[in-house]
């Protein structure tokens, strides 16, 4: 079966940076788009990036352009994210996400989810 786990996430303060990551099994990484979204408590679901299994990136929002950085080991089935000059709007649970077809990675309803992973962002 497919299964995303994530890991990485934690306690930082304000400024600094994190690297979550995400394993991939039951899955040909290749046949794949993978993403990141994240959820802080009371909000929606948040599109945060995603990128091809060549490693394109698809997709940054604008709250994370410049600071994150998306990536992908093949080798590892892992995808990252890197994440630099944190605030506390970032805190939220991260959650990996693979769909076979790109189009439809900001529809929440297809493909697949990791767990979470929580990254808490301290002033």
């Known amino acids: 079966q497919v299964q995303l786990v994530e890991s990485g996430g934690g306690l930082v303060q304000a400024g600094g940076s994190l690297r979550v990551s995400c394993v991939a099994s039951g899955v040909t990484f290749s046949a794949y788009a993978m993403g990141w979204f994240r959820q802080a408590p009371g909000k929606e679901r948040e599109y945060v990036a995603a990128?091809?299994?060549?490693?394109?990136?698809?997709y940054y929002a604008d709250s994370v352009k410049g600071r994150f950085t998306i990536s992908r080991d093949t080798a590892k089935n892992t995808v990252y994210l890197q994440m630099n000059s944190l605030k506390p709007e970032d805190t939220a649970v991260y959650y990996c996400?693979?769909?076979?077809?790109?189009?439809?990675?900001?529809?929440?309803?297809?493909?697949?989810w990791g767990q979470g992973t929580q990254v808490t962002v301290s002033s």
């Open positions: 996400r693979a769909v076979r077809n790109p189009a439809t990675m900001n529809f929440t309803g297809f493909g697949f």
């Open positions: 990128l091809r299994w060549n490693g394109a990136v698809i």
